[in-house]
């Protein structure tokens, strides 16, 4: 069972699991979206880009922090929607073998007592293997509160 929003508090901190992103990952991901765009998809291209290699879909990464995020367990069966990006910055580029994990931090608590329970606003950081920040941003999710 995952937090219920009295039990969130600002400073709070989690580090998350880490997961290795595979060429299967990005081709997977290009299929689903529909963004094939050849950096990401054809190793022989990307050899001619600034990187030198294909990187990972932006977007993968943001999903993957998602996937990251829900593996730790804070929010199951306690979060009732996620509500918001507030930003989210690519930093540096995700590569196929890099292992990448995530780090939150609550930076606020409000209670919404209408919908029974609050808003978790989370900074989080998604870094590679080397600690390098690779995307950083903000996240707000409605979590509900205990029950009486």
């Not at 219920?4 to 997977?28: A, C, H, P, W």
């Amino acid at each position: 069972m995952g937090l219920y929003f009295e039990e969130f508090s600002v400073g709070q901190k989690l580090v998350t699991g880490k997961r290795t992103i595979s060429e299967n990952d990005i081709m997977t991901f290009a299929a689903l979206s529909g963004d094939d765009n050849r950096i990401h998809t054809d190793p022989e291209f990307s050899k001619t880009t600034p990187f030198g290699r294909q990187v990972a879909h932006g977007i993968l990464g943001l999903a993957i922090a998602s996937g990251l995020a829900w593996q730790t367990g804070i929010l199951d069966a306690t979060v009732l929607a996620f509500r918001e990006i507030k930003e989210w910055k690519f930093v540096t580029p995700v590569f196929i073998g890099d292992t990448v994990h995530a780090e939150m931090e609550v930076i606020e608590a409000k209670a919404l007592p209408r919908i029974g329970g609050g808003a978790v606003t989370i900074n989080f950081k998604l870094k590679n293997q080397k600690d390098e920040i690779c995307h950083r941003g903000t996240w707000n999710v409605l979590v509900m509160g205990k029950p009486n």
